[in-house]
């Protein structure tokens, strides 16, 4: 072993820190693969927004604590003037450059307005999910569907921040880009100014930077990769500052802040953190214990992007005919996204705009600066430890570049370019300046870096000059039907009333626009029930917006599958009376529609508006939109409690507070011989009263999905012939859910069956446990069969509720509605 050390010029310490940081990442990879994607994605919605806020307040305390050296240290190191004039003049040109040539808007739309649905949940839910249908109410966003955040935390969390001084919506998140670009600029130059030691030439790498036209393109847009480079920049500012011999441990209060913020930019980020910690291994070489805390404090602070990893699992969610990850999508992303970048090509259709957003000649400069800085390399040995470094970083550009969907052939991935950018402008500055110092201006070194700067500043000005229609013209965006879409859709649906309802493929879109929204499907399960009170929620203002999702098939051969909603919007309009608003072909080669839903048809329109309320202050109130009286009769729990008629647009019935839960079972018969029947279920906890569904589950195991709260395992209404249910838990066969029981309860109550959607199962049991004996077990139940069950648990404190499938667990959706505990005497 001493041999091996030795010739490694390490010893019996390194050899304990390379030991501990391996279990320490062991532990860590342990934890993360030992996460089950149902944990994961709980855990992501739970505290995401927790773990990003206190990273923040981590980053906040460590400037806080470095405030003095950092000043100290900056002042050390002043670029000079005339680089600071020129930098500066650089700034406003692209300041001035980006806002009159280039418009604000969203260039990746699903992930975009995605981070900006999460950004509304972090601001007014303290959520780390996505909000993807929900309603507006009083200036507020009630979120009905949320869903795991796929990335983008940071970005999200920033916007989420803008929110509390600004209107919080997709205008307000569209600026915040910008000026991230132009701090991103200047800790960059500030970075390499310390790094390269001369001032000019960390210049013109900047000025590469700064004119890259997909990053001023993104820069005007709400790409989570322009945080990216912000970030990165910041941590280049730092690591420059804080030089290897010098850096103590506060220093890294400020550091793994930064690193745990940066690694919610994009998921392969945490694949660039390896150059990180060998920047500062002489540190790290001192004490046995300093690399493993390192390691342990970035996982921990890097945890939300780990743990959507964990949700995920590797990504494999893109579906189509091509494997997620594979060497092929390597060697295919390779060739495609370098024939993409050395595209001169123009399109003569739109008046000779460009379609490649990366400047050719910057591509030939960055082709032939790397192979000359290779040769160097070999040569002379030249640049090794940035050459080691960058390598290193470059392991998550690869993790891209294996992806499916990491080809440049498809316009909205080209943004992923961004994460190699900053890497780009030094290789470019420094090689150009090498290549010109050795056979332009042999040996002189002064003059290869004013060449190089003056180079590198005529490129980004002058090439954004010549091509300003191809900016005005959204260069590669401009073909992309659905961002039109969105624009379009974002000014024309302003004038509608604010209480609207929005049927919309992109629900999630339509609520970071201000809009109240569901998707298609969850529209589709409304009962007649729903509707009305929808109906009357909205006051009759509820519309399907058919876009380009809603015509055609999934195409499969593409690289990324998108979805479709053909089907389901076909339904829609055969199954409702609709009044047409809008149908717009002209600016998108496809009709896009806009319909009011008047009402369903085959149902009576009397029945459609009859709203029920819920349980309010002990009534319920009734309210109908028609002129004719409607008699109605009451069933309380099964039994008779009231009858009573309707005669004004709005009536309130009193209804008991008993402890406990009460089902109201309403009967209206309508003026055209219908009987409408609605249910109201209403909960009032007590000491003696508890709903199962308040507890916490001590532990769980299911054959598919995860248990819901108030919901069936597809997330819908729970619906047992027929019968909705408001509380309880749905789960899926087979399955056991475990309870540890506060206090003494002396009985179990729920409505049991397989719900309405189990159309396709074989059947399931049921049976409840109690301590480990089984106190009930049903027969075998099958859809449509419903059972009302009451059950003691006298002395129970471990309650388990279990499900056992039939022959297979296909579509056996259990549902245990409106469970709840009882102590004592019970109605």
């Known amino acids: 072993m001493q041999k091996i050390l030795d010739s490694l010029h390490l010893n019996k310490k390194d050899a304990y820190i390379a030991l501990f940081t391996v279990v320490a990442l062991g532990i860590s990879f342990a934890v993360f693969n030992s996460t089950s994607v149902e944990k994961a994605r ?41 680089s600071l004039i020129v930098l500066g003049a650089l700034l406003v040109f692209f300041s001035v450059f980006a806002v009159t040539h280039i418009q604000n808007t969203h260039r990746v739309l699903s992930d975009e307005t995605s981070w900006e649905s999460m950004a509304l949940q972090m601001r007014y839910a303290h959520s780390g999910g996505i909000c993807n249908e929900g309603t507006w109410g009083k200036d507020k966003l009630d979120c009905v569907t949320e869903v795991n955040n796929f990335k983008g935390k940071a970005l999200g969390f920033v916007q989420s921040m803008t929110f509390y001084v600004a209107a919080p919506n997709r205008d307000t998140a569209l600026k915040v880009n910008f000026p991230l670009y132009l701090l991103s600029l200047v800790a960059f130059f500030f970075a390499l100014s310390i790094w390269f030691r001369n001032d000019w ?135 495609s996204n370098i024939h993409v970048m050395l595209n001169f090509e123009t399109d003569p259709s739109f008046g000779g705009i460009m379609k490649n957003p990366f400047y050719s000649t910057f591509t030939i400069i960055l082709l032939a600066a790397t192979a000359w800085l290779l040769l160097q390399l070999i040569i002379k040995r030249k640049y090794w430890r940035g050459f080691v470094l960058g390598i290193l970083f470059c392991i998550q550009i690869f993790v891209i570049l294996v992806n499916v969907s990491g080809t440049f052939d498809i316009d909205i991935n080209q943004r992923y370019v961004l994460v190699a950018l900053p890497l780009f402008a030094i290789i470019m500055a420094l090689g150009f300046k090498d290549f010109v110092e050795v056979l332009v201006f042999p040996g002189n070194g002064e003059k290869s870096v004013h060449f190089t700067v003056i180079v590198a500043v005529l490129l980004s000005v002058g090439l954004a000059v010549i091509h300003v229609k191809s900016y005005t013209s959204n260069m590669l965006y401009y073909n992309n039907k659905l961002l039109i879409e969105e624009e379009f859709l974002n000014t024309y649906l302003k004038p509608y009333p604010k209480n609207a309802v929005f049927i919309y493929s992109r629900p999630w879109q339509m609520l970071a626009s201000g809009h109240s929204a569901f998707s298609e499907q969850t529209f589709m399960n409304w009962t007649t029930d729903d509707f009305a009170r929808w109906q009357n929620w909205s006051g009759g203002n509820i519309y399907l917006v058919r876009g380009q999702d809603g015509y055609g098939d999934v195409d499969r051969a593409s690289r990324v599958v998108g979805f479709k909603t053909t089907s ?42 009859l709203f029920t309320g819920e349980v309010e202050n002990g009534k319920i109130e009734i309210q109908k939109s028609f002129p004719d009286s409607v008699v109605f009769d009451v069933l309380l729990n099964g039994k008779p409690f009231a009858h009573n008629v309707v005669k004004d647009s709005t009536f309130k019935l009193s209804v008991p507070s008993e402890a406990g839960l009460s089902r109201f079972e309403f009967r209206y018969y309508t003026p055209d011989g219908d009987t409408a029947v609605v249910f109201r279920d209403f909960f009032k906890e007590a000491p003696s009263a508890l709903l199962i569904q308040s507890l916490p589950m001590a532990s769980w195991t299911q054959e598919w999905g995860e248990p819901q709260i108030g919901k069936s395992i597809d997330q819908h209404i729970m619906k047992l012939n027929g019968e909705p249910f408001r509380y309880g838990i749905g789960s899926h ?18 409505d049991i069956g397989l719900d309405d959607e189990s159309a396709c199962g074989d059947g399931a049991t049921f049976a409840v446990e109690g301590d480990g004996r089984e106190l009930f077990r049903t027969q075998k139940m099958y859809s449509r069969d419903h059972q009302n069950i009451l059950v003691n648990i006298a002395g129970v ?31």
């Not at 029981?741 to 002396?746: E, F, H, I």
Request: glycine share 6%; charged share 15%.
């Open 42 to 82: 709980a855990w992501d919605i739970k505290w995401g927004y927790f773990s990003i806020l206190g990273t923040f307040v981590l980053l906040l305390a460590g400037i806080a604590l470095n405030a003095k050296d950092f000043v100290r240290r900056v002042r050390g190191h002043l670029p000079c003037r005339w």
């Open 201 to 335: 030439l960390a210049l013109a790498a900047t000025a590469f930077l700064g004119g890259m036209p997909i990053y001023l393109l993104q820069a005007r847009s709400a790409s989570t990769e322009v945080l990216y480079i912000a970030l990165l920049s910041f941590l280049m500012a730092w690591y420059a500052l804080v030089p290897t011999r010098e850096v103590t441990w506060k220093h890294f209060f400020l550091t793994v802040p930064l690193l745990g913020f940066f690694a919610q930019t994009r998921q392969e980020t945490v694949f660039a953190f390896i150059p990180f910690a060998i920047y500062y291994w002489r540190y790290f070489r001192g004490e046995v214990y300093r690399l493993p805390a390192f390691v342990l404090s970035v996982v921990a602070l890097s945890w939300p992007a780990v743990n959507t990893m964990a949700a995920y699992r590797g990504y494999d969610f893109q579906g189509g005919e091509h494997s997620a990850h594979s060497i092929d999508n390597l060697i295919f992303n390779l060739k």
């Open 568 to 609: 389901q919007i076909e339904t829609i309009l055969e199954g409702y009376k609709t009044q047409t608003m809008l149908q717009k072909s002209d600016l998108f080669g496809y009709p896009l529609t806009v319909v009011k839903i008047v009402s369903k048809r085959g149902v009576s329109l009397f029945e459609q508006n």
């Open 733 to 750: 066969a087979s399955s056991r859910l475990t309870y540890n029981l506060p206090g003494t309860y002396s009985a179990l109550h729920a």
């Open 797 to 827: 404190k471990r309650l388990e509720l279990v499900v056992y499938e039939g022959e297979n667990k296909d579509c056996d959706h259990a549902d245990w509605a409106d469970i709840w505990l009882s102590a004592g005497e019970t109605k």
